[in-house]
């Protein structure tokens, strides 16, 4: 039951009369949070840094992947330039390395591909670059590019088996 007090005839204000009901706010107020609560917290921060992970991992391979394509394009121009002068890609010039790994040492001590360079050492007229990925990138699949501009992403390390284009 709620009484209700009165000033001069109106209502000043309304107090219940049930005092459990008062201790009962009393002590949810001084409890704090419940155990409940703090591990259903702890279970949303971790599924959120979990998925946070994962998703960047994927981000950081995708970058690493397309920093190896951005080196076979600039390899395979500059092949090109030496074959349009000498109309052969034999023999190969001091500044491409066999292999060549990404990044550079200047950027970092850890690699994550291997271009192979292969060579028709015959005619001197086909070349294929291939990057292999190395360390932490092992597991994304090799990037592949000819001299017809055949550009191929492997699903497995060896650059065999099933592709995409890229």
Known sequence: ??????????????KPHNKALNNLKKDYVKRGFTLI????????????????????SIYMKALFRNEAKVHLLSMHQKLLDIFLV???????P??????????SKSQTSSYRYRIELNL????????????HPIND???DGALYLDTFNDKKHYVNDSASGEFSNW
């Open 86 to 92: 000498n109309k052969t890609y034999s023999p190969l």
């Open 137 to 139: 990138q092992v597991g």
């Open 1 to 14: 039951m709620i009484r209700q007090l009165r000033l001069y005839g109106k209502p000043l204000c309304y």
């Open 120 to 131: 028709d050492e015959s005619s001197g007229s086909y070349v294929e670059l291939i990057a």
């Open 37 to 56: 609560e703090m591990v259903t917290v702890i279970l949303i921060i971790g599924i959120l840094y979990s998925l946070s992970t994962i998703g960047y």
């Open 94 to 103: 001091d500044f491409i390395e066999n292999p060549t790994f990404i990044p």
